[in-house]
């Protein structure tokens, strides 16, 4: 009986320890990501959903706030103030106290009003966009937008780049019958021609209980100039012309071009007035041009001259040349692969290549 019982004990436990790894769950591995993996579905679902939304808003720099484009939902203040209506309620009910309908009764109807009130707050409003400037990539870039009201006094007005976070609203009040100007800013990453972003108006006037808002895409685009390289090198030293100094190019009244130091007894014709005004605010001292052949150099931002960087990087780095021969008050041509600027100078000049180097692909 002893030797038979062992066996039975003995297959009892092997039937046991067979059963368990079948029974037993499997080891999770540490680098687990079931949760996120979970959560990625319904992020994308959410973007998805919301250029979905936002595309069927129309493109306009001019937005006049309708019931049509204003929206309005409780805050969070709103939903602890209709939970505590609900209490008051339930417990005049139950202990039938007069003096507390009174009191619920008369907090909804406040909520109600307040209701009218906030949407009331923006329905009416028109939103304008004024002509954007253009900025460089990496630095921030300024929407100047203007609020028209055409009846009354509006308080309490937030607005803000729809993607960025509710710390960067920026608030301010219309008077009736005027106007006010509010200044977004926010950064672009990427040189070229740019779609503004969407940007979005809200307001919580007057209790805070509700908050309407409405989304308005531009319709204007931003001219983003390329990043300008942080440590640029010097610019590039200036080149004579091609064929020598006998073969420097000449003016309409025959002298050839070239700058040099104000010399006295030098006669007015010869002075540089188009650099005058600039030279007398800086401080700086008057130039004359320089009639000698030996003086006809030209200053190139040549994309050769930045071998070895990658294309972005040579934009950049001639950006910052670009910006640096304009305060220097130098003529300056500037080449592209495909596309030559020639030599000029002043704000036309920097205009023109910088929109070269932003469009440049």
């Not at 417990?91 to 007069?98: E, M, T």
């Not at 707050?121 to 966009?129: A, D, K, P, Q, V």
């Not at 954007?132 to 509006?154: K, M």
Request: glycine letters at 8%.
């Amino acid at each position: 009986m002893s030797a038979n019982a062992a066996a039975g004990a003995a297959s009892r436990a092997n039937r046991s320890s067979a059963a368990s790894p079948a029974t037993a769950s499997p080891p999770r591995p540490a680098n687990d990501d079931t949760g996120r993996v979970g959560a990625r579905p319904a992020a994308l679902v959410r973007q998805r959903f919301r250029r979905w939304w936002q595309a069927r808003v129309p493109l306009t720099d001019s937005q006049l706030l309708t019931q049509r484009n204003v929206y309005i939902l409780p805050t969070r203040a709103g939903f602890m103030f209709a939970l505590t209506l609900v209490v008051l309620l339930l417990a005049s009910i139950n202990y039938q106290l007069n003096l507390g309908y009174l009191l619920t009764f008369l907090l909804a109807g406040s909520g109600i009003v307040s209701m009218h009130l906030t949407h009331a707050t923006l329905r009416g409003l028109t939103l304008h966009l004024r002509p954007v400037a253009p900025a460089f990539a990496g630095a921030p870039a300024v929407l100047d937008v203007v609020l028209s009201s055409p009846d009354r006094e509006r308080f309490g007005i937030g607005l803000r780049v729809l993607d960025a976070p509710l710390s960067t609203l920026s608030w301010i009040d219309v008077p009736a019958r005027g106007q006010a100007a509010l200044q977004l800013r926010f950064v672009p990453e990427q040189r070229g021609l740019q779609q503004l972003p969407a940007l979005t108006a809200e307001t919580r006037f007057p209790l805070g209980l509700f908050r309407a808002w409405t989304v308005w895409r531009p319709a204007s685009r931003l001219l983003v100039y390329p990043r300008i390289e942080a440590d640029a090198p010097k610019l590039p030293a200036a080149r004579a012309l091609a064929g020598g100094p006998g073969h420097a190019r000449q003016t309409q009244g025959g002298e050839i071009e070239g700058v040099r130091a104000y010399r006295r007894g030098d006669p007015l014709k010869l002075v540089a007035w188009k650099k005058a005004a600039q030279a007398l605010e800086t401080g700086s001292e008057l130039v004359s041009r320089d009639t000698s052949a030996s003086a006809r150099h030209e200053l190139w931002l040549d994309w050769a001259d930045c071998a070895g960087l990658a294309p972005e990087a040579r934009l950049s780095r001639l950006t910052a040349w670009t910006l640096a021969a304009t305060r220097a008050g130098a003529d300056y041509g500037l080449r592209l692969p495909g596309r030559e600027i020639a030599p000029d100078a002043g704000d036309v000049q920097r205009r023109r290549c910088l929109e070269a180097l932003a469009l440049w692909a």
